[in-house]
């Protein structure tokens, strides 16, 4: 186990854990009892360069039986529980799940059962896991999907008097530049605060969303593009790289 390093505004100390099977996933320190989350890295799996070695996406060109190894290696390290996860399509729908499975299209999950695993697939997009005393969320959200207010959205979708946000690795202000257009909405929206000339911080804005949902919001710091041995980026890689896994559930890591 390492510490990661995780120096942003809002804060969250974590480190780095390997799972039984071997897969490598990052988890907040000082998350909530009674809730595990799971923010995988690449590193730990089966899959061949450039894919190497983590993925968990069948649409980027790498081997299905490897995929399917790889998921595999995550169930292990998730203590075999069954799973609920979407098809992504950069919205903001939010979907309420009890059984594992596919939930359909959409870009969040919530659930109050307990050893459901809520699960996305990121490459530079942000994903948030949202925890309460009753219920979880998983989020994923690229730029629209902040637009759009989406972890914002899923935040009131969960029960519970005291919600807390973790926002895990994903691309930073360090490494993502927009269009002068894009910048401009995000500033109107967020404020100036969140760009700085065409480079933007999706976590500082959906922090700010989170925060008028009344929402406690932890920041894990860890930027995609900046840690290629740990992340998958698909504005530093190119279309040739892999997706990370992030899930949360109901019950202890």
Request: hydrophobic residues 40%; contains cysteine.
């Given at each position: 186990?390492?510490?990661?390093?995780?120096?942003?505004?809002?804060?969250?100390?974590?480190?780095?854990?390997?799972?039984?099977?071997?897969?490598?996933?990052?988890?907040?320190?000082?998350?909530?009892?009674g809730a595990g989350i799971y923010f995988f890295t690449r590193l730990g799996g089966v899959s061949e360069?450039?894919?190497?070695?983590?993925?968990?996406?069948?649409?980027?060109?790498?081997?299905?039986?490897?995929?399917?190894?790889?998921?595999?290696?995550?169930?292990?390290?998730?203590?075999?529980?069954?799973?609920?996860?979407?098809?992504?399509?950069?919205?903001?729908?939010?979907?309420?799940?009890?059984?594992?499975?596919?939930?359909?299209?959409?870009?969040?999950?919530?659930?109050?059962?307990?050893?459901?695993?809520?699960?996305v697939a990121v490459a530079d997009c942000v994903p948030v896991a949202l925890v309460s005393e009753l219920?979880?969320?998983?989020?994923?959200?690229?730029?629209?999907?902040?637009?759009?207010?989406?972890?914002?959205?899923?935040?009131?979708?969960?029960?519970?008097?005291?919600?807390?946000?973790?926002?895990?690795?994903?691309?930073?202000?360090?490494?993502?530049?927009?269009?002068?257009?894009?910048?401009?909405t995000f500033a109107t929206e967020f404020g100036d605060e969140v760009v700085t000339g065409r480079k933007?911080?999706?976590?500082?804005?959906?922090?700010?969303?989170?925060?008028?949902?009344?929402?406690?919001?932890?920041?894990?710091?860890?930027?995609?593009?900046?840690?290629?041995?740990?992340?998958?980026?698909?504005?530093?890689?190119?279309?040739?790289?892999?997706?990370?896994?992030?899930?949360?559930?109901?019950?202890?890591?």
């Open positions: 186990m390492r510490r990661a390093d995780t120096q942003t505004e809002y804060g969250a100390p974590s480190a780095v854990y390997t799972a039984r099977g071997g897969a490598v996933y990052v988890a907040p320190q000082g998350a909530p009892e360069p450039p894919y190497d070695s983590l993925n968990v996406s069948k649409k980027v060109g790498d081997s299905i039986g490897a995929v399917d190894e790889n998921l595999s290696l995550i169930r292990k390290a998730m203590d075999l529980r069954p799973a609920a996860w979407i098809r992504q399509v950069a919205g903001d729908s939010v979907v309420r799940v009890s059984e594992p499975g596919f939930a359909g299209e959409a870009d969040a999950l919530v659930t109050s059962a307990p050893d459901l695993c809520l699960s219920e979880v969320g998983m989020v994923h959200s690229g730029w629209r999907g902040t637009l759009a207010g989406v972890s914002g959205k899923a935040a009131h979708r969960l029960g519970g008097s005291r919600i807390r946000a973790y926002i895990g690795p994903s691309i930073r202000r360090c490494c993502y530049e927009v269009s002068e257009e894009l910048a401009a933007l911080s999706l976590q500082q804005a959906i922090g700010l969303d989170l925060e008028r949902a009344g929402v406690e919001v932890n920041d894990l710091g860890l930027c995609s593009g900046c840690r290629p041995d740990l992340f998958y980026s698909h504005r530093k890689q190119g279309p040739l790289t892999g997706r990370n896994l992030a899930s949360v559930v109901i019950g202890p890591r």
